[in-house]
C-alpha cells in the first residue's frame, strides 16, 4: 500500500508541477457553471434543487477524465521511462492502482470545487440533499470507471493526443449506448438491456438519490475490468515469444478472462434484483411507506395491478417503464401473495387489448415523437389498471408523469410521485362502495345505535319518524350477526336512566324547540357507539327509510377507515357573462382543477345547499369563494358544523372581473357571502386585500413611454396581491401544512380571530404574510410601476403580519340561534313546501372543525392557468394544501403522509436579475478564488521541496538496493 500511494503522489505532484491542473480544473468548472446558470437557465426553472448540475455530469466528466488520463503512460512508453518502471521490483498491478488514485485525487478535487452550489441552492431554497449525496457518489464512480477506461487507452499507444481522443469515443460510446437517441431506435426489451449497460443511464439513478446494489455493482464491475486489462496491457509489453513463457502468457490471460466473465455474470445476475437499495432523499421518496405496506398487506381479496406499456413507445417514456416494474414488484412484496402485477402489451396481445379498451375503457394515447428524420405519430399504451373485486381505477401517462421543460428546448419527463398514485387508486378502488354486511364486518368492536325520543312532544309532521328508524335499524341488527345493537329511550319516560340532563352532561345533546319562542322541545337524536367514540346522526329530508338507511351507512363508515370518504364541494355557479357589447364570455367562475386533484384520493360531489340541509353521507364540506348566497345555504352549512361536521370555507371578500372594455383582470367586492356567519363564530375575514413585496410574478399589462408614446405591453413583474407564503409563515407543527414548501394566496383578505369567542377551542394559524405586508381597501389591481416603482403600488398603514387561514376546533354556537329556521319562498300558485328540518341544534359537539382561508380565488382556475404559465408547477401547492386540509378534517392522516413524502416543489425564492446575477458572480468568485488558492499552495510547494527525482539514472546492472531505492522513490 506504501508504494501505491508513493505512486499516487508522484502523479498529483506532476500535475501541480504544470499549469495542466490549473487548467484542466479551470475548465471543468467554467463548463459547469455555464451549463448550470445559463444552458439549463436555474433561476427560471425556480426549482431548488441541482439537477442541471448532474444532468451534464456525465459529459463533462468524459473529457476531465480523458484530459488527465491521456499522458499516464503514453509520455512514459514516449520518453523511455516506461520500461524501466516494468524493471523495477514493483508489482504491475501496484503502479497501475498508484496511478489511478492519483488521477481520482485530481477528480475529487474538482467536484469538491463544485460544492459551491448546492450550498448556494441550499441558501436560496429548500434543498433535499439526498439526492446531492447521491449525484456525487454517482459522479465519484463514473469517474472511477472513465479513469480506467482512459488509464487502459493510455497503455496501448504513447500518442497523448490519440489516447485523448480513443478515451473520449470509448467514454462516448458507454454513455451514448443506454441515451434515448439510442434507445429510441429499439424495442422496450432491448432498450432495457442498453439502459442497464449506458453509464449514463445509470448514473441518473444514483443521481436522484437512490443507491441501487445494481447500479454500484455495474460501476465497480467496469472499473475492476479496465484495471484487469489495464495490467494484463503493461504486462505484455515485456513478454517474450519464446515456448517457456507460453503457458505464462496463457495463464495472465485465462485470468483476467475468467474475472471479467465473473464480474458480468455478477451483473446479469443481479439485473432482476431490485429490493437492495438505500433511499437517500429527504422525505424517502422512492420507498414504500408503512401507510401503503399496511394498506396491501391486509388485503381480504386478491388485488391485481396490470401495467400496460407499448413494447414501442416515446424515447421519454421507455426509460420510466422499469422503474414502474421495480415499484410494482416491491407492492408485490409488501402484500403477502394478495397482490398480482401484471406487465402486458396490448399491441402484442389482442385479447388483452380488446379486454382494455372495451371493459376497461383503456386506449392508445397518440404521442409525437421527433427525431433528426422528422417527426412521427406514435401510439401507445401507458397506462396501470388497478382491479379489486368489481372495482377498478385507470391511471394513464397524463396522471403519472410530470413534465419539465428546459430553456433550450428540451423537455425532461419523469414520475410524479408513483407510491401516492398508486396507493390512492388501491385504496379508492378497496375503500369504494361496499355493503352494509361488510361495513359491519369491518369494524373492531360491535355497534350501538340509540335512538332517545320524546314521543309525546314530537311535532305532527315527526311523529311517524321513531317507528320509521325503529325499523330501519332493527332490520339491520337482525341481519348482523351480533355486530349492530338498537335501542330506543323515551327521555321523558319516568322510568328511564337517561334524563334530559344526562344527554347534556354525556353527549352534550340539547332539546329542540318545537317553534321559535315555544317553551316545548323534543329530542329526536340518534347516536352511534363504536368503542369510545360517538357519532350524532340526523337524516335529512322526510325520513323515509332509505334516507334512514342512508345515514346510519355512512355513519358506519365514518367510524373505519377502510372506506372512502365523500366530500361535498360548493362552488358559485360557472354562467357566462355577457361584455360591453351584449356577447357572451366565459366565466371567471371556475373550480373544476381542485375537484378533479380531490376525486384522486375521495369521492367527490357537489352539493346543492338550497334545501337547508348537507346531505347526511357527506364527510366534510368544502365552500369555495361563498357569495350570492341564500338564507337556506347558510342555514345549511351551520347546521352541518352543529352537528360536529368539518367545514372547510376558502372566504376571500372579492372575487375576479373582467374589464368590459379594456380587456383586464379585475377584482370585485362580493355580496351575500359568510362573513356574518363567521364572526358569529369568532373569525372575521375583514373587508381589505393583502399586498406582500413577497410575492409571486404575474403578467400584466404595463404602459411604457417610449419617445413620447404610450406602449402598452406584457410583463411578468412582481405583484403584491399574490402573496407568497413560504415556511417562516407557516404553523410547521400543523398536518395541514405537511410537505409544502410554499403556498400562493392571490387576493387575499386578512382574518382576525376573537379571542373571547374561541378561548375554548383549538385555533391554530395556519398561515400568514411576510412582515413587510399592508392592506389596501382600493379595487385597483393594476400596477402602476412610473408612480411607485418599487411596488407597482402605495404602502398604505402600517406594514406587519397578517393572519391568511386558520383552522378551529371545539364547540361552536349556532349562527341561527333563537332565530326562525330559513324557508324558501313559495311561488305562485305553489303552497309553501313542507319543513324538512326538524329543528335548529343550538350548540355543536367539540368534534366540530372549522377551516376559513382568507382567499377563494387560490383555487381559481384562472388563477392556476396564470401561475402554471409563469412558474410551471408551482400551482400544485394550493391543491395540496387542500388536499391536505380534506384530509385533516376527516381525520384520514395516512394519505397525507405519503403526499408529504412525495415529491413536493422545492421552489427557490422569488428575486429579481440584480440578485440572481449577484450569485452568479458569487459562485464565479468563488470558483476563481478556489483556482488561485490551488496555483498558490502548488507554487509554496515548488519552493519549499527540492525537485523530485523522479527515476534517477541507474545502469541495468544496478544492484537489488538500488532497485529498491528508485521504487520507494517512485
Known amino acids: 500500500m506504501k508504494q501505491i500511494l508513493s505512486i499516487a503522489k508522484k502523479e498529483i505532484n506532476g500535475y501541480f508541477s504544470s499549469p495542466m491542473a490549473l487548467i484542466f480544473v479551470g475548465v471543468f468548472l467554467a463548463a459547469t457553471l455555464f451549463t448550470f446558470f445559463w444552458v439549463d437557465a436555474f433561476f427560471s426553472r425556480g426549482i431548488a434543487d441541482v439537477r442541471p448540475m448532474f444532468r451534464w455530469m456525465p459529459l463533462l466528466l468524459i473529457f476531465l477524465v480523458a484530459a488527465l488520463t491521456m499522458r499516464q503512460w503514453s509520455e512514459e512508453e514516449r520518453s523511455g521511462t516506461l520500461e524501466m518502471l516494468l524493471t523495477l521490483p514493483t508489482q504491475i498491478t501496484q503502479l497501475v492502482l498508484g496511478k489511478f488514485l492519483g488521477v481520482m485525487a485530481l477528480v475529487l478535487v474538482a467536484l469538491a470545487l463544485t460544492l459551491f452550489l448546492p450550498i448556494t441552492v441550499s441558501i436560496l431554497g429548500n434543498l433535499d440533499w439526498g439526492p446531492v449525496i447521491g449525484g456525487y457518489l454517482a459522479a465519484i464512480l463514473l469517474a472511477a470507471a472513465y479513469t480506467a477506461i482512459g488509464l487502459f487507452i493510455s497503455s496501448r499507444t504513447d500518442n497523448q493526443i490519440v489516447s485523448l481522443i480513443l478515451t473520449g469515443l470509448l467514454g462516448g460510446l458507454f454513455y451514448l449506448v443506454g441515451s434515448q437517441g439510442v434507445t429510441a431506435f429499439v424495442g422496450d426489451s432491448l432498450s432495457e438491456i442498453l439502459r442497464a449497460l449506458g453509464t449514463g443511464s445509470r448514473f441518473e439513478s444514483i443521481e436522484r438519490g437512490v443507491i441501487d446494489l445494481r447500479d454500484l455493482v455495474y460501476y465497480l464491475s467496469l472499473t475492476a475490468a479496465f484495471l484487469t486489462l489495464n495490467v494484463i496491457s503493461l504486462d505484455s509489453k515485456r513478454w517474450s515469444q519464446g515456448e517457456k513463457t507460453a503457458a505464462y502468457r496463457r495463464g495472465l490471460i485465462l485470468s483476467a478472462a475468467l474475472i471479467v466473465l465473473n464480474l458480468i455474470a455478477l451483473n446479469v445476475w443481479l439485473f432482476k434484483v431490485s429490493a437492495v437499495r438505500l433511499d437517500l432523499t429527504e422525505q424517502h421518496e422512492y420507498s414504500l411507506s408503512p401507510v401503503t405496506r399496511d394498506l396491501i398487506s391486509h388485503l381480504q381479496e386478491p388485488l391485481l395491478i396490470r401495467g400496460y406499456f407499448s413494447e414501442k413507445t416515446h424515447p421519454l417514456l421507455a426509460p420510466l417503464v422499469p422503474t414502474i416494474r421495480d415499484t410494482l414488484r416491491e407492492y408485490q412484496i409488501a402484500s403477502n401473495g394478495n397482490l398480482k402485477v401484471e406487465i402486458v402489451d396490448p399491441l402484442q396481445d389482442p385479447d388483452k387489448e380488446a379486454e382494455a379498451n372495451q371493459t376497461y375503457g383503456i386506449q392508445p394515447t397518440p404521442l409525437q415523437a421527433s427525431d433528426r428524420y422528422g417527426a412521427s405519430i406514435v401510439n401507445a399504451y401507458f397506462d396501470i389498471l388497478v382491479r379489486y373485486g368489481d372495482q377498478n381505477e385507470v391511471l394513464n401517462f397524463s396522471d403519472l408523469i410530470e413534465v419539465q421543460p428546459y430553456p433550450n428546448g428540451e423537455v425532461e419527463v419523469r414520475l410524479r410521485n408513483l407510491e401516492y398514485d398508486l396507493t390512492s387508486a388501491i385504496k379508492k378502488v378497496v375503500f369504494g362502495f361496499q355493503s352494509t354486511d361488510a361495513i359491519l364486518a369491518s369494524l373492531d368492536q360491535p355497534a350501538s345505535l340509540t335512538l332517545y325520543v320524546t314521543p309525546d312532544s314530537l311535532p305532527d309532521w315527526l311523529a311517524e319518524a321513531p317507528d320509521t328508524i325503529n325499523k330501519v335499524a332493527q332490520k339491520i341488527a337482525d341481519e348482523s350477526n351480533g355486530k349492530f345493537q338498537f335501542e330506543m329511550v323515551n327521555v321523558d319516560d319516568p322510568n328511564s336512566k337517561v334524563t334530559r340532563k344526562t344527554l347534556a352532561e354525556q353527549f352534550g345533546l340539547q332539546p329542540i324547540a318545537t317553534a321559535l319562542f315555544s317553551d316545548q322541545s323534543y329530542y329526536l337524536h340518534m347516536v352511534l357507539q363504536v368503542g369510545d367514540q360517538a357519532q350524532l346522526l340526523y337524516p335529512s329530508g322526510d325520513f323515509s327509510e332509505a334516507t334512514v338507511q342512508t345515514s346510519i351507512e355512512s355513519a358506519l363508515k365514518r367510524s373505519t377507515s377502510d372506506f372512502l370518504q365523500v366530500v361535498g364541494l360548493w362552488t358559485p355557479p360557472d354562467t357566462p357573462t355577457p361584455n360591453a357589447f351584449g356577447q357572451q364570455q366565459p366565466s371567471l367562475k371556475r373550480y373544476t382543477t381542485v375537484a378533479d386533484r380531490l376525486r384522486q384520493e375521495y369521492t367527490v360531489r357537489n352539493v346543492d345547499l338550497s334545501t337547508g340541509q348537507v346531505p347526511t353521507d357527506i364527510d366534510v364540506l368544502l365552500v369555495v369563494a361563498p357569495q350570492n348566497m341564500t338564507d337556506q345555504e347558510r342555514y345549511a352549512i351551520d347546521q352541518y358544523l352543529m352537528r360536529g361536521g368539518s367545514v372547510i370555507v ?314 529498491k531505492k528508485v521504487a520507494g522513490t517512485v
Open 650 to 963: 376558502a372566504a376571500g371578500n372579492y372575487a375576479l372581473g373582467v374589464d368590459q372594455f379594456a380587456g383586464n383582470l379585475t377584482v370585485e367586492p362580493i355580496d351575500g357571502g359568510l362573513r356574518e356567519m363567521l364572526q358569529s363564530y369568532g373569525i372575521d375575514v375583514e373587508q381589505s386585500l393583502v399586498l406582500d413585496p413577497q410575492n409571486e410574478p404575474f403578467p400584466v399589462q404595463v404602459a411604457r413611454n417610449v419617445g413620447g408614446m404610450q406602449v402598452r405591453e406584457i410583463q411578468a413583474i412582481d405583484y403584491p396581491f399574490f402573496v407568497d407564503v413560504r415556511s417562516d409563515g407557516m404553523d410547521q407543527t400543523s398536518p395541514i401544512l405537511s410537505g409544502l414548501p410554499a403556498v400562493t394566496m392571490n387576493f387575499a383578505s386578512p382574518i382576525t380571530v376573537d379571542e373571547t369567542k374561541n378561548a375554548d377551542r383549538q385555533v391554530d394559524t395556519l398561515l400568514k404574510s411576510s412582515a413587510a405586508s399592508w392592506l389596501r381597501t382600493d379595487t385597483n389591481i393594476q400596477p402602476d410601476p412610473q408612480a411607485y416603482p418599487q411596488f407597482g403600488f402605495p404602502v398604505e398603514g402600517e406594514q406587519q403580519s397578517h393572519v391568511l387561514a386558520v383552522s378551529v376546533q371545539g364547540v361552536f354556537d349556532s349562527f341561527f340561534k333563537d332565530k326562525e329556521i330559513p324557508q324558501a319562498a313559495p311561488q305562485e300558485g305553489n303552497p309553501a313546501p313542507p319543513p324538512t328540518q326538524i329543528g335548529t341544534i343550538d350548540t355543536s359537539p367539540d368534534s366540530a372543525r372549522l377551516v376559513v382561508i382568507g382567499s377563494g380565488e387560490f383555487l381559481n382556475d384562472v388563477i392556476f392557468e396564470l401561475s402554471s404559465n409563469l412558474t410551471r408547477d408551482r400551482y400544485l401547492n394550493s391543491l395540496q394544501l387542500t388536499q391536505n386540509m380534506v384530509d385533516w378534517s376527516v381525520e384520514d392522516l395516512d394519505l397525507l403522509s405519503i403526499r408529504s413524502g412525495g415529491t413536493a416543489a422545492r421552489v427557490l425564492a422569488p428575486m429579481d436579475e440584480a440578485n440572481q446575477s449577484f450569485w452568479e458572480y458569487v459562485n464565479y468568485g468563488l470558483a476563481l478564488a478556489a483556482l488561485v488558492a490551488i496555483a498558490l499552495i502548488w507554487r509554496s510547494r515548488r519552493q519549499s521541496e527540492a525537485p523530485m527525482e523522479l527515476l534517477p539514472q541507474s545502469s541495468p546492472s544496478s544492484s537489488g538496493d538500488e532497485q
